[in-house]
Nanobody, 131 residues
Framework: QLQLAESGGGLVQTGGSLTLSCEAS????????IGWFRQAPGKEREGVSC????????RYGQSVMGRFTLSRDNAKGTVNLFMENLRPEDTGTYYC????????????????????????WGQGTQVTVAS
């Protein structure tokens, strides 16, 4: 069964850094687009970053560009999100998710990045940035 599990969340001061990890089980992670999302209380879920399966291309949301870096370790079956220069507005529950099935997204990865083609969500990890 395809499963994802997030870890690495915590409390950090403004300007600090954290690395979140998304570990896959039951499937070959490198065959799927993997995305990171976040949701703050009272707000809609937001796409943070995602990585393509076929060429490793990465996409970032405008609010995190230049501060967050995505990487994939196929040997460990993880996709890691390194977050630096954190701000209070980065606070939220962070989730990872996989593409519905390999190839499902097609060109949407480039047209509408990190949106509309994900399933198989993890349980989330909380990130709190204190001001």
């Amino acid at each position: 069964q395809l499963q994802l599990a997030e870890s690495g969340g915590g409390l950090v001061q403004t300007g600090g850094s954290l690395t979140l990890s998304c570990e896959a089980s039951g499937f070959a992670l490198d065959h799927y687009i993997i995305g990171w999302f976040r949701q703050a209380p009272g707000k809609e879920r937001e796409g943070v970053s995602c990585i393509a399966s076929h060429d490793g291309s990465m996409r970032y949301g405008q609010s995190v560009m230049g501060r967050f870096t995505l990487s994939r370790d196929n040997a460990k079956g993880t996709v890691n999100l390194f977050m630096e220069n954190l701000r209070p507005e980065d606070t939220g529950t962070y989730y990872c998710a996989s593409e519905v099935r390999p190839g499902y997204a097609g060109s949407r990865f480039y047209d509408t990045p990190c949106e509309g083609y994900f399933a198989n969500w993890g349980q989330g990890t909380q990130v709190t940035v204190a001001s």
